[in-house]
C-alpha cells in the first residue's frame, strides 16, 4: 500500500504543476463551458494514453522510459524523434517552472528585499539544482512533501473561495478567445505519461524512496 501510495503521488506531482494557475485563466478567457469541455475532454484522452502506456510499462521486461519503449517496438527512427521531442519539452517546461516560480515568489516576498523576479529565478535554480545533485533519493523524498503541501495549499484556496464563486462567471462566454483558446494549455497540465515508469519502478519496489 505504501509504495503504491507512493507511486500515486509521483503522478500527481508530475500532472499538478504551473499549468494549474494557467487553466483558470485560459478558462476565464474562452468560457467555462469550454474550459470545462476540454477538460473533461483532454482528461479522458489523458487517462487512455496512461492506462495503455502503463500496460506497455507492465508488459516489458525490463527498465525503460519512453524513449527506450520508442526505440523497442517502433524502431531507431522513432527513437530519435520521441529523444528530440522529450528533450525539448522538458526543458521547455523547466524554464516555465523556473519563470513562474521565480514570479511567485517575488509576489510572496514583495514585503521584503525588493529583489527581482530574474533573483528569485536563480536562487529557485539553486534549491532545485543542490536537491537534485544530493541524489535523486532525496529528491524523491522532497517531492513527495512538497506534492501533499501542494495538495493542502489547493484545499485551503478551495474552501476560502468557495464562498466568492459567482454564477454570473460560469455561464458567461469569457472574452471570446476561441474553442481552441484553452487546448494547449490545458493538454499541458493533464500530461503525466512521463512518470508511469516510474510509478511502476516504486509499485515494484524498484525505486529508492
Do not use: C
Request: aromatic residues 14%.
Amino acid at each position: 500500500m505504501r509504495q503504491f501510495l507512493h507511486g500515486t503521488i509521483i503522478l500527481m506531482g508530475m500532472i499538478i504543476g504551473v499549468g494549474l494557475f494557467a487553466v483558470p485563466y485560459v478558462s476565464a478567457r474562452a468560457g467555462f463551458g469550454i474550459g470545462l469541455f476540454w477538460i473533461v475532454l483532454l482528461g479522458a484522452v489523458s487517462l487512455l494514453i496512461n492506462l495503455y502506456f502503463g500496460e506497455v510499462v507492465a508488459g516489458t521486461p525490463g527498465k525503460h522510459r519512453l524513449v527506450g519503449y520508442a526505440d523497442r517496438y517502433l524502431g531507431h527512427s522513432a527513437k530519435k524523434i520521441v529523444t528530440i521531442s522529450q528533450t525539448l519539452s522538458f526543458w521547455g517546461a523547466q524554464v516555465a517552472y523556473m519563470l513562474v516560480g521565480g514570479t511567485f515568489l517575488k509576489i510572496l516576498f514583495q514585503g521584503g528585499n525588493g529583489s527581482s523576479s530574474f533573483f528569485y529565478t536563480i536562487l529557485l535554480f539553486g534549491f532545485v539544482a543542490t536537491i537534485t545533485f544530493l541524489g535523486l533519493r532525496i529528491f524523491d523524498r522532497v517531492e513527495f512533501w512538497m506534492t501533499w503541501l501542494l495538495l493542502a495549499i489547493i484545499a485551503v484556496i478551495l474552501v476560502l473561495g468557495v464562498p466568492h464563486i459567482e454564477a454570473s462567471n460560469l455561464i458567461g462566454a469569457g472574452t471570446g478567445a476561441g474553442l481552441f483558446f484553452p487546448y494547449g494549455i490545458i493538454l499541458f497540465a493533464l500530461s503525466g505519461a512521463a512518470a508511469i515508469p516510474e510509478m511502476w519502478d516504486m509499485v515494484n519496489k524498484k525505486g529508492t524512496f
